[in-house]
């Protein structure tokens, strides 16, 4: 059992440069989360997604956005890296909604240069 | 908004010792609360989950209470080892979204 799957691992981007972080999770869980992780801040929500279909604002989404594909898939894009977007990247998953508990992926190191 | 705060930052204890991890959060309506370990470089390791309607939860040496009322969840550690030492967060959660402490930061030496 895979749980939670992030790839890449570790990214080096121009600033202007775009990407895509991919999350897939294997426990058909409905709700979906993007978090990113800095020092002295803890772990901030970005998006997620509460079912197949939908998707919403966190506290920080500003300069990303998401793409729920499929029930096993959420995606979070970076359209133009900026410095300030060096950070750990979180991808989680909960089912169902409201009372289980959320599994995490190894997170994505990302470094904007 | 959901502010959660995590008491102490940072903790430094011999091995042995029993330890208490404290997590208070604003906004009772939660579902459930949850405590996770990361280790460094790592992902979050889901230790416990308190429902909201339970006050506490056991896990080997762990035991995790929830006072839903006053805003409080507080870990407990017993006989600490070395292998212990890591980050410690707790996440109350909403009808969505978790939301997370700055954590606890662990430091158990020999």
């Known amino acids: 059992n895979a749980g939670v799957t992030q790839t890449p691992k570790f990214q080096v981007l121009k600033t202007g440069q775009s990407m895509t972080l991919q999350c897939a999770q294997d426990?058909?869980?409905?709700?979906m989360y993007w978090y990113r992780q800095d020092p002295g801040m803890g772990l901030r929500l970005i998006y997620y997604?509460?079912?197949?279909?939908?998707?919403d604002k966190g506290e920080v989404p500003n300069g990303y956005n998401v793409s729920r594909l499929n029930k096993r898939e959420f995606s979070l894009r970076l359209e133009s890296a900026a410095p300030s977007q060096t950070s750990v990247y979180f991808c989680?998953?909960?089912?169902?909604?409201?009372?289980?508990?959320?599994?995490f992926g190894q997170g994505t190191r990302l470094t904007v240069v | 908004k959901q502010e959660v705060t995590q008491i102490p930052a940072a903790l430094s204890v011999p091995e042995g010792e029993n330890l208490v991890l404290n997590c208070s959060f604003t906004?009772?309506?939660?579902?459930?609360l949850q405590w996770f370990r990361q280790d460094p470089g790592k992902g979050l390791t889901s230790l416990l989950l308190?429902?909201?309607?339970?006050r506490e939860q056991t896990s080997g040496r762990l035991n995790a209470s929830l006072d839903k009322s006053s805003g409080r969840s507080t870990l407990y550690i017993a006989a600490s080892q070395p292998g212990d030492s890591a980050t410690y967060l707790c996440?109350?959660?909403?009808?969505?979204?978790?939301?997370f402490g700055r954590g606890t930061s662990l430091i158990v030496h020999p």
């Open positions: 989680a998953s909960r089912y169902p909604v409201g009372n289980t508990e959320a599994f």
């Open positions: 426990m058909n869980h409905n709700s």
């Open positions: 997604s509460a079912s197949e279909g939908t998707t």
């Open positions: 906004d009772s309506a939660i579902y459930n």
């Open positions: 308190i429902q909201s309607s339970q």
């Open positions: 996440a109350p959660g909403g009808s969505y979204i978790p939301t």
